[in-house]
């Protein structure tokens, strides 16, 4: 199996966030699923979900309601029904939906960010409280853990005072459609594009500060094209969108965009603008370099790691940074050449075949330091 060790275990991931409206999460558990199944179907279990579903992020279709309904009662009944219920294995997955795992097996999390201890501001207070329950109960207790970038495992370890020896760095993947594609989906004109959740920590008002205060010339040849569900905190940001789209600004909100048509449109911009205020990973980051799209993001967070020096990097706050940032890159070609080229030499790493081979090989030290303890 592609040099895994013999006898890895089984191991069974909970794919609760697959149920429910989501973004990053949501696309890293879908994919990343799906990569593990290719990969080892027999020992790749999954829990309240098919190892199939399909990835839309705007909410579920009616057959989910029995599965939610399903953890809403796992989770008011203390873990019994967990222990009932989790298939054999080795080890457990466990997301932060689920609030009892197994007590069977090895527990396994992954840690996708530290939002709610570092910009606190940017979470609901309910997202607050969920995040640092799920690090009480089950951060502080696992067997292992895996975090999304080197920046996260940090984090984890400086914040949460985890022990560095538990947490193993899986860098997440990009499928394989942002690879081969290559053109535009948008509009003649050139534009620069932004892709998130429209939410503060996203940071979409100092980038519409940045575009309106771009000389008017600039502003007419170009445009900037927004992608991205609406989501916490979203209404003034959305208002101040509306007005400067009905005031000619060049700007435009394409709302939601299907996974199947992203990355046609990303890989046609003169680049993806990211300033984003914190990271765990920065999904649009990797698609963009994946799909020989220049970047220009914050430098911050786990940005310039995932970005790997492909990227122009900015201060989130700085409204002329990003401005001057906007403007070199799409009035350079030689530049947007060189970005494009250091960004597929990056994005050779983010596939998704590696993530899910480093995750088989997490699974089975884990499943093996669960036998050794049963044997002693």
């Known amino acids: 199996m592609n040099g895994l060790p013999p006898g890895s275990g089984r191991f069974c991931i909970d794919g609760t966030p697959l149920l429910v409206r989501s973004a990053g999460v949501k696309t890293y558990l879908y994919h990343w699923l799906r990569s593990l199944r290719a990969l080892d179907s027999e ?61 069977r097996p090895k527990l396994s999390a992954t840690i996708h960010d530290l939002t709610s201890w570092i910009v606190p501001q940017h979470q609901t207070s309910i997202g607050v409280r969920s995040d640092k329950d799920f690090a009480r109960r089950i951060l ?123 990355p046609a449109l990303v890989a046609g911009a003169q680049a993806l603008v990211y300033p984003s205020f914190y990271e765990g990973f920065g999904i649009p980051v990797a698609q963009a370099v994946a799909a020989g799209c220049p970047v220009i993001t914050s430098n911050t967070s786990s940005l310039p790691e995932v970005a790997g020096g492909a990227a122009v990097l900015i201060d989130p706050r700085s409204v002329s940074e990003i401005a001057s940032a906007i403007q070199r890159v799409a009035e350079s070609p030689a530049l947007r050449e060189s970005m494009r080229s250091r960004g597929l030499e990056r994005a050779k790493h983010f596939t998704w075949e590696r993530a899910a081979m480093e995750s088989l090989r997490y699974f089975a030290d884990l499943s093996s330091s669960s036998r050794v303890a049963a044997a002693e």
């Not at 009662?73 to 967990?82: D, E, Q």
């Not at 984090?155 to 594609?181: C, Q, T």
């Not at 519409?208 to 502003?219: D, G, I, K, V, Y």
Request: hydrophobic share 35%; charged share 20%; proline share 6%.
């Open 43 to 103: 020992n790749t279990l999954t829990y309240l979900t098919s190892a199939y579903e399909t990835l839309d992020h705007r909410g579920g279709p009616r057959r989910r309601y029995l599965r939610l309904a399903a953890l809403s009662v796992l989770n008011r009944t203390g873990g019994v029904f967990a222990n009932i219920t989790t298939p054999k294995c080795d080890v457990f997955h466990i997301s932060n939906l689920l609030h009892y795992p197994p007590r």
């Open 140 to 262: 502080a207790r696992a067997d292992g853990l895996i975090a999304v970038s080197e920046n996260t495992r940090q984090d984890a370890i400086r914040i949460l005072g985890i022990n560095p020896d538990k947490i193993r760095v899986i860098h997440l993947g990009v499928p394989e459609s942002y690879f081969s594609v290559r053109g535009s989906a948008g509009p003649g004109k050139p534009y620069l594009l932004f892709v998130g959740t429209i939410e503060p920590r996203k940071n979409l008002d100092t980038l519409l500060s940045a575009w309106a205060s771009l000389p008017t010339n600039f502003r007419q040849e170009n445009q900037l094209l927004i992608v991205g569900m609406q989501g916490w905190n979203s209404k003034s940001t959305m208002c101040r969108l509306r007005q400067m789209a009905r005031e000619d600004k060049n700007i435009k909100y394409l709302g939601y965009v299907p996974e199947g048509d992203l």
